[in-house]
Nanobody
Framework: QVQLVESGGGLVQPGGSLRLSCASS????????MRWYRQAPGKERELVAS????????NYADSVKGRFTISRDNAKNTVYLQMNSLNAEDTAVYYC?????????WGQGTQVTVSS
């Protein structure tokens, strides 16, 4: 079966860093664009970062540009999100998404809380 399992979330102080990982299985990882979304309480799901299937191109939400970096390792079927200079606005559940045309697979999410 298709599985996307996020890890690496937790509690971090403002200005701190976290590295999220999403381990995937059950589909051809290298043929899917990978995305990180987040959803804060009371808000809609927001696209944070995306990376093409080959890793040749990335895109970021304006709110995270310069702070977050998405990367992937197709040999490990894993996508990462390095998050630096975190602030309270980054507090959310972060979801890993695999996208191919009209097909989307989702992970269960990992909580990131930025608080002092």
């Amino acid at each position: 079966q298709v599985q996307l399992v996020e890890s690496g979330g937790g509690l971090v102080q403002p200005g701190g860093s976290l590295r999220l990982s999403c381990a995937s299985s059950g589909f051809t990882f290298s043929s899917y664009a990978m995305r990180w979304y987040r959803q804060a309480p009371g808000k809609e799901r927001e696209l944070v970062a995306s990376i093409t299937n080959t890793g040749g191109s990335t895109n970021y939400a304006d709110s995270v540009k310069g702070r977050f970096t998405i990367s992937r390792d197709n040999a490990k079927n894993t996508v990462y999100l390095q998050m630096n200079s975190l602030n309270a606005e980054d507090t959310a559940v972060y979801y890993c998404n695999a996208h191919q045309y009209l097909t989307d697979y989702w992970g269960q999410g990992t909580q990131v809380t930025v608080s002092s």
